[in-house]
């Protein structure tokens, strides 16, 4: 991960700049630079994954036009020889110092041809005005507010806005692209415009052949990398593909509660089965509780299910950052949100299964997306998601909804079906039903922190204290702390966070769940197990 400050200012304080910039050090331990121009401040940190020489370090600048972006361009190689061809010339390997040269071809249009995970903004000294941009799901962050003299401000993360800012600071819209004060939508990766109604083999070939294509692109890495391992069927699934992908043994990762751990064994078996170098992190009640406070600070979020998924997560990343010279993690997150989520067994319809997941893919980079930046990024990791591969994600949206629903008695089976004749991780892993990660972690991870929370507050206080908020009330004990810890932090910006995500409780055999957690439900079953 790298971070990014961009005050649109020209009046812009300096030293109050360098010192929101400072506070995100850990998401660019490398290196630090500020440069200005007639219009304000740009700011960088960097961790150097591709072009590791500093020759690749930014803001990178054309002439008197200048740019920042925290991202990985994939497949930029061909594109960076056309615009060689055309006479542009480059200082380094880095991936995104194509982009000075490509907006001068193609202006606001360059955005929708990008295949990348990028949050980018760049001084335009032409017309003296500034361009900013985000990848189509979110997965790279980006937020804006207005300081005292109503100039934007720009920054990978809240917090380097909050001495800047004045009202607001809100998450800077997926797909879109902010130019002359407006706020353009170039891409909705959950829009279909097209509906495809392929038989089963297609959609299989389809499904696996872009899953496949979407991890060999993201290991294009100059700097080590490494992969996260729950034992579930998505981060299995990365893993068994990246294993097929390249000669050496993978570096492997999983964590667990030091007592009832269900995913550790799991893990375990697909390490063994693809040869990967495996390593274990253990972790007891103490780490849970005293990561509380700094996986807050470090989320922006007040979310219960996000917080509880990011204790461990977060764990696990700082354990590596500690003991390991890997650089970047590929994950497994965004595939409930295509093939659906246990809850979204209850979905009365195909029609309201296919809103339900236009929901979420529009929302993800408030919730899961978040939380694997935040853990990753703040132990100076970059996370890399292929099910967020935009090939996939747009044909995966497109698929049949009837098809999606769950016939099959096994949840998710267009993705298990389609790995199937692969063999690339066990047979029983393959047909595993889903555990929530917190709970995989171990069921006592989410009790620890629910009874930490009750002995809090007294009944009278909970009441009390929660009626302050009009926006996300809480509604339990645990809620109503992790609220309290991110105020402390984010005073009056809860708006950063659309609401607690949950299931549907519009939907018959939803309408009385009160915890985010899957374990409630009715239909979990063996997932925990």
Same mark, same amino acid.
């Given at each position: 991960?790298?971070?990014?400050?961009?005050?649109? %200012?020209?009046?812009?304080?300096?030293?109050?700049?360098?010192?929101?910039?400072? $506070?995100?050090?850990?998401?660019?331990?490398?290196?630090?630079?500020?440069?200005?121009?007639?219009?304000?401040?740009?700011?960088?940190?960097?961790?150097?994954?591709?072009?590791?020489?500093?020759?690749?370090?930014?803001?990178?600048?054309?002439?008197?036009?200048?740019?920042?972006?925290?991202?990985?361009?994939?497949?930029?190689?061909?594109?960076?020889?056309?615009?060689?061809?055309?006479?542009?010339?480059?200082?380094?390997?880095?991936?995104?110092?194509?982009?000075?040269?490509?907006?001068?071809?193609?202006?606001?249009?360059?955005?929708?041809?990008?295949?990348?995970?990028?949050?980018? $903004?760049?001084?335009?000294?032409?017309?003296?005005?500034?361009?900013?941009?985000?990848?189509?799901?979110?997965?790279?962050?980006?937020?804006?507010?207005?300081?005292?003299?109503?100039?934007?401000?720009?920054?990978?993360?809240?917090?380097?806005?909050?001495?800047?800012?004045?009202?607001?600071?809100?998450?800077?819209?997926?797909? =879109?692209?902010?130019?002359?004060?407006?706020?353009?939508?170039?891409?909705?990766?959950?829009? *279909?415009?097209?509906?495809?109604?392929?038989?089963?083999?297609?959609? =299989?070939? %389809?499904?696996?052949?872009?899953?496949?294509?979407?991890?060999?692109?993201?290991?294009?890495?100059?700097?080590?990398?490494?992969?996260?391992?729950?034992?579930?069927?998505?981060?299995?699934?990365?893993?068994?593909? =990246?294993?097929?992908?390249? /000669?050496?043994?993978?570096?492997?990762?999983?964590?667990?509660?030091?007592?009832?751990?269900?995913?550790?064994?799991?893990?375990?078996?697909?390490?063994?089965?693809?040869?990967?170098?495996?390593?274990?992190?253990?972790?007891?009640?103490?780490?849970?509780?005293?990561?509380?406070?700094? $996986?807050?600070? !470090?989320?922006?979020?007040?979310?219960?299910?996000?917080?509880?998924?990011?204790?461990?997560?977060?764990?696990?990343?700082?354990?590596?950052?500690?003991?390991?010279?890997?650089?970047?993690?590929?994950?497994?997150?965004?595939?409930?949100?295509?093939?659906?989520?246990?809850?979204?067994?209850?979905?009365?319809?195909?029609?309201?299964?296919?809103?339900?997941?236009?929901?979420?893919?529009?929302?993800?980079?408030?919730?899961?997306?978040?939380?694997?930046?935040?853990?990753?990024?703040?132990?100076?990791?970059?996370?890399?998601?292929?099910?967020?591969?935009?090939?996939?994600?747009?044909? *995966?949206?497109?698929?049949?909804?009837?098809?999606?629903?769950?016939?099959?008695? /096994?949840?998710?089976?267009?993705?298990?079906? !389609?790995?199937?004749?692969?063999?690339?991780?066990?047979?029983?892993?393959?047909?595993?039903?889903?555990?929530?990660?917190?709970?995989?972690?171990?069921?006592?991870?989410?009790?620890?922190?629910?009874?930490?929370?009750?002995?809090?507050?007294?009944?009278?206080?909970?009441?009390?204290?929660?009626?302050?908020?009009?926006?996300?009330?809480?509604?339990?004990?645990? =809620?109503?702390?992790?609220?309290?810890?991110?105020?402390?932090?984010?005073?009056?910006?809860? !708006?950063?966070?659309?609401?607690?995500?949950?299931? %549907?409780?519009?939907?018959?055999?939803? /309408?009385?769940?009160?915890?985010?957690?899957?374990?409630?439900?009715? %239909?979990?079953?063996?997932?925990?197990?």
């Amino acid at each position: 991960m790298c971070s990014i400050l961009v005050w649109t %200012n020209p009046k812009a304080d300096p030293a109050k700049f360098q010192e929101a910039l400072a $506070v995100t050090t850990s998401r660019g331990p490398d290196d630090s630079r500020v440069l200005s121009n007639a219009a304000g401040l740009m700011g960088f940190n960097r961790l150097a994954i591709m072009g590791l020489t500093a020759s690749g370090m930014q803001p990178f600048t054309l002439d008197q036009d200048m740019l920042v972006c925290n991202g990985e361009i994939y497949g930029f190689r061909p594109m960076k020889e056309k615009l060689e061809g055309e006479g542009y010339r480059f200082a380094s390997d880095s991936d995104c110092e194509i982009l000075l040269p490509l907006y001068r071809e193609l202006g606001c249009d360059m955005f929708r041809e990008l295949d990348a995970e990028f949050a980018l $903004v760049l001084y335009d000294a032409s017309s003296g005005s500034y361009v900013a941009a985000r990848d189509p799901i979110g997965i790279r962050p980006l937020y804006y507010g207005y300081d005292a003299d109503g100039c934007i401000v720009f920054a990978s993360e809240p917090k380097e806005l909050v001495s800047i800012c004045q009202g607001e600071i809100l998450p800077f819209p997926p797909g =879109s692209y902010y130019k002359d004060g407006a706020f353009v939508t170039y891409y909705d990766p959950a829009e *279909v415009r097209r509906v495809s109604y392929d038989d089963m083999d297609t959609i =299989s070939r %389809n499904i696996h052949d872009r899953l496949v294509s979407g991890v060999k692109k993201r290991m294009d890495a100059d700097a080590p990398v490494g992969f996260l391992l729950s034992g579930g069927l998505d981060s299995s699934l990365v893993c068994g593909i =990246s294993s097929k992908l390249t /000669k050496k043994p993978l570096e492997t990762f999983a964590i667990g509660m030091d007592i009832d751990a269900i995913d550790l064994k799991y893990a375990r078996e697909v390490a063994e089965y693809i040869g990967s170098n495996h390593h274990e992190v253990i972790i007891s009640r103490d780490d849970v509780i005293n990561a509380l406070e700094p $996986v807050i600070k !470090a989320l922006g979020t007040y979310d219960i299910t996000t917080i509880r998924a990011s204790i461990g997560m977060y764990l696990c990343c700082k354990w590596i950052h500690e003991n390991t010279d890997v650089r970047v993690l590929l994950t497994g997150e965004i595939s409930d949100e295509l093939f659906g989520y246990k809850y979204t067994d209850f979905a009365p319809n195909a029609a309201e299964f296919q809103k339900e997941a236009e929901k979420r893919i529009r929302e993800l980079h408030m919730y899961d997306v978040l939380r694997a930046d935040r853990c990753i990024s703040v132990n100076s990791l970059e996370a890399r998601v292929p099910f967020g591969d935009l090939a996939f994600v747009r044909y *995966v949206m497109s698929i049949d909804p009837e098809k999606k629903l769950n016939r099959y008695n /096994k949840g998710k089976y267009l993705l298990r079906h !389609a790995f199937e004749e692969d063999h690339l991780i066990p047979e029983d892993i393959l047909m595993r039903e889903k555990a929530a990660f917190s709970d995989a972690v171990g069921h006592s991870l989410k009790d620890d922190l629910a009874d930490y929370a009750e002995g809090f507050y007294t009944d009278e206080e909970y009441e009390e204290k929660r009626m302050k908020y009009d926006h996300a009330r809480p509604f339990t004990k645990e =809620s109503l702390l992790y609220r309290e810890i991110f105020e402390k932090y984010y005073p009056g910006q809860s !708006a950063m966070v659309k609401d607690f995500w949950m299931p %549907n409780k519009t939907w018959d055999g939803l /309408k009385d769940v009160n915890d985010p957690s899957a374990r409630v439900l009715s %239909n979990y079953g063996d997932s925990g197990k």
